[in-house]
């Protein structure tokens, strides 16, 4: 299958479908030179995953393939090229290579949950930064999702603990907020005794509406609520910063 599939003239850029088959068995290459014709009617504009469902259907491997790459063609960022990639991997592998691929990813959604204080991701009740007592209980970070905990983590300049929403606060995409975590939020300030909400939703309108929403919610709350600061990224040059980075360096400056 490798090679089955390369880059048809006009898709640059894109993983098309038009197909070099002169290596393949007779059988085989009547099916590939039909796709093939069937490839180069494509839109190129289109969406290829959006494409791929069809495409992988009748797959000269067989059914079973034809899934595999149909579902690797879910994951975020892959394309046909790179799904087809990944379920060639897979054939070439093990059974007990295949299978640890597997049992992994069941295994992941069998044991993995949310922290019931923070509704970070752990295996166990609280998450392991819940469960530090050496960390600053009474300041809390507010984060979209669980991935933005391990970004801020990374820095290893945050003590304090986290609050994850699950998402922000978005009318166009019906999400609003009963469908985030906001209402626990306002409950662990309330009862925890917390003192401080950093919030680090993400720069976006949405993002910061979020953080306004939940700052109203707790105006007349004694905590007090400050966000990330914005502006220009460490090692950047200000010839590459847009409008918007600009004019928030310009509004945060510090003290020399
Ligand atoms: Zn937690």
Excluded at 41 to 52: A, D, P, Y
Excluded at 64 to 86: C, Q
Excluded at 149 to 167: I, N, Q
Aim: hydrophobic fraction near 35%; proline fraction near 4%.
């Amino acid at each position: 299958m490798e090679g089955l599939f390369s880059a048809g003239p006009g898709c640059a850029g894109q993983e098309s479908a038009a197909i070099t088959h002169c290596h393949l068995p007779p059988a085989t290459r009547q099916v590939a030179e039909h796709l093939s014709e069937r490839n180069s009617t494509l839109n190129c504009g289109r969406r290829v995953i959006g494409s791929m469902k069809t495409e992988t259907q009748d797959h000269p491997y067989g059914k079973a393939v034809a899934k595999l790459i149909e579902e690797f063609g879910n994951l975020p960022g892959i394309g046909r090229k790179s799904a087809e990639r990944l379920a060639n991997h897979v054939l070439s592998s093990s059974s007990a290579e295949a299978n640890a691929l597997a049992d992994a990813i069941r295994e992941v959604k069998i044991s993995v949950k949310r922290c019931s204080m923070c509704f970070n991701l752990t295996e166990d009740t609280l998450c392991r930064i819940c469960r530090d007592s050496r960390r600053d209980q009474q300041v809390v970070c507010v984060v979209e999702q669980p991935k933005d905990v391990v970004a801020l983590e990374s820095s290893g300049a945050y003590s304090g603990l986290y609050h994850v929403l699950g998402g922000r606060i978005a009318p166009l995409d019906g999400v609003g907020p009963e469908d985030l975590t906001i209402q626990q939020l306002v409950h662990r300030v309330r009862k925890q005794g917390i003192t401080e909400l950093v919030m680090a939703t993400n720069p976006t309108l949405e993002g910061d509406g979020t953080a306004l929403f939940i700052t109203n919610l707790l105006q007349n709350d004694n905590v007090r609520i400050t966000r990330l600061a914005r502006g220009i990224a460490s090692g950047s040059v200000l010839e590459f910063a847009n409008r918007e980075m600009l004019a928030d360096a310009l509004k945060g400056r510090q003290q020399f």
